[in-house]
């Protein structure tokens, strides 16, 4: 159920007093009326979001091969589970990736030699960086490792947009069905 254009119009003629509702209801049913609009505004939210990532995830009708399941387990096992830069290890707040030290993108290989275990926040950050030499690897794995001690002690990962808005049309509802009573 979408919000139209003839339902904000509904919303707005309820709010002002165009519609013909008894003056001791307005007020419950105002409050009706905006918390089944936060709800609907919550769910189109979430179904764009959902879009979003389901594009995010389609490959070009020529994508290479993934990676056999095999061949990222000895990765994952050679590098003891655990990110190359930051040393971060597997777990609720961490993925781990292959991370190509030459990137695939500037003809780098699926080689194991060319594949390293990475967290997903420095797979991100490095990007398509090539490492020339072995010190600018040390320079960018002391980065990782001081950006992954700082992000251990804040530990906090900020509520998403979608349930913050969501929380807003279960409270809306609570008052509207409350004034009922």
Request: glycine share 6%.
């Amino acid at each position: 159920m979408g919000v139209g254009l003839a339902g904000w119009l509904l919303l707005l003629a309820i709010l002002f007093g165009a519609v013909l509702v008894p003056p001791e209801l307005r007020p419950q049913f105002a409050a009706l009326a905006l918390a089944g609009f936060a709800f609907a505004l919550c769910r189109r939210w979430i179904r764009l979001g959902r879009r979003r990532r389901r594009r995010s995830r389609r490959r070009a009708s020529s994508a290479r091969r993934p990676i056999p399941a095999k061949t990222r387990q000895q990765i994952y096992a050679r590098d003891g589970h655990a990110c190359l830069y930051c040393g971060r290890r597997r777990g609720p707040t961490v993925a781990l990736h292959l991370d190509h030290l030459y990137p695939y993108s500037l003809g780098g290989t699926d080689h194991p030699e060319n594949l390293v275990t990475a967290c997903a926040d420095c797979n991100r950050s490095k990007g398509a960086t090539v490492f020339r030499t072995e010190r600018d690897l040390e320079r960018f794995a002391a980065r990782r490792q001081t950006w992954a001690a700082d992000h251990a002690r804040q530990n906090r990962r900020p509520l998403p947009v979608w349930r913050l808005l969501l929380a807003a049309a279960l409270l809306l509802a609570v008052v509207a069905l409350s004034t009922f009573r």
